[in-house]
């Protein structure tokens, strides 16, 4: 018997700044919105690049997510981050991710390393670029100040920026506030990334988030600064509250954002309802098929975030539709007043205020897109009444519904 060995052809990968900047105004011309993953794994690289993923970032806290513990364990001195990176992103990521660049997550305060060299030793691997992590602005408090005093600042992470920008490497930049913004603008950064926290939502996610409407204003306050500093970077959001596709758009609706970033959104969160409900299965097997489903449902509404993300999905569905917080709380079984707290609370605004908001976004969206006649739009949105869907229009959009659309009819004329 003869055997037939396939040769591989050569990996080509995405590595200079040039091609990468590229491929990524390429995607932000055609109106699409770019996503990055973290990825701690091949195998998570790999399906995200299938998913249509322009980024994959090889972060540390990626590794940690693989081994079950959440994403803060990468700020933690279990191992050496830049060396753990090293490892895992050459022999697993670069290995089977051939159509996206592959980002280093790199600590810029390590002192064991130095920079020049360490970034010509992460480019010769076949990494696209850099970005800050871990990073020391997710630090604050008394041991932010510790920190500081031992000279271990942020800081160094926008030298370190500096040095990579000046090799002409692609370089991404998480900021938390405008101050940073301004910094690793003038370093050369390629990316503004607006780091919203540690990611909610899962089983092992942070219970204390910002909210979407804080989110939102954190997100906006850094994007000004871009706006303002006539380098047109690219803007992304990552983490913190957003950690749906709803959340996502949210962000999309009410920040100038081009993109989004995630970590646990795409691998822990995916993972452990998967894994959860394949056992669940296997085990179940016998049970009635209607059974499993009323289970499943329980389960998913057993946590108060539950709830909320009942609630954005049905709004995500049946906007167009009347819809009430008292209906809602009767199909999930729980009292209006509980409900709205926990919407409140998670969302940053109230239910009514959060319908208007997305009805209005999914209005202007129309009007880009098509030439129907504004009434008929207000009936699409859920608006029977034009009077009120106007006054609605013009409260969150800041003019009237005619103005806007001889507004976009100039822009794109």
């Not at 607006?194 to 204003?217: D, F, I, P, R, Y």
């Not at 509404?301 to 999905?313: N, Q």
């Not at 919407?343 to 997305?358: D, L, M, Q, T």
């Amino acid at each position: 018997m003869t055997v037939r060995l396939k040769i591989r052809g050569p990996i080509t990968l995405i590595t200079t700044r040039e091609q990468v900047l590229d491929r990524l105004h390429r995607g932000i011309q055609t109106q699409e919105r770019l996503i990055g993953v973290a990825a701690g794994a091949g195998i998570s690289a790999k399906y995200a690049v299938k998913g249509g993923a322009d980024l994959i970032l090889a972060l540390n806290s990626g590794r940690f997510r693989q081994m079950g513990l959440g994403s803060l364990a990468g700020f933690m001195p279990y191992a050496n981050c830049n060396e753990m990176v090293m490892d895992f992103g050459s022999r697993e990521i670069l290995s089977v991710v051939r159509d996206a660049p592959v980002v280093f997550g790199l600590c810029g305060t390590d002192p064991t390393v130095q920079l020049p060299g360490y970034l010509d030793a992460i480019r010769g691997s076949g990494f696209a670029g850099i970005i800050n992590y871990p990073t020391v602005g997710m630090i604050d408090g008394q041991f932010r100040e510790a920190l500081e005093e031992e000279g271990i600042t942020y800081l160094q992470e926008v030298e370190a920026i500096r040095i990579a920008h000046e090799r002409d490497m692609f370089t991404m930049a998480f900021v938390f506030n405008p101050e940073q913004t301004t910094w690793m603008l003038d370093a050369g950064a390629d990316i503004i990334c607006a780091h919203l926290g540690v990611t909610a939502g899962g089983l092992m996610g942070t219970s204390k988030a910002w909210s979407l409407e804080k989110g939102a204003e954190i997100a906006r306050e850094i994007f000004a600064v871009c706006d303002n500093s006539g380098k047109q970077p690219i803007k992304l959001v990552y983490g913190g509250p957003v950690h749906t596709p709803i959340d996502v758009q949210y962000m999309y609706d009410n920040t100038s954002a081009m993109g989004y970033v995630g970590g646990s959104s795409f691998e822990r969160t995916p993972t452990e309802e998967a894994i959860v409900d394949a056992t669940h299965r296997f085990k179940a097997t016998g049970h009635l098929e209607q059974d499993r489903q009323l289970m499943d449902k329980l389960t998913q509404l057993d946590e108060p975030m539950g709830y909320v993300a009942f609630v954005k999905e049905y709004v995500a569905e049946h906007y167009a539709d009347p819809i009430s917080m008292t209906e809602l709380a009767e199909r999930i079984h729980v009292s209006r007043t509980h409900l709205s707290a926990l919407f409140n609370r998670e969302v940053g605004c109230s239910f009514p205020e959060y319908i208007a908001k997305y009805r209005i976004h999914k209005a202007q969206d129309i009007m880009k897109h098509s030439k129907q006649p504004l009434g008929r739009i207000a009936e699409l949105v859920g608006y029977p009444d034009y009077v009120h869907f106007s006054k609605t229009f013009k409260k969150y959009a800041g003019m009237s519904p005619q103005a806007y659309r001889q507004h976009m009819k100039d822009k794109y004329t």
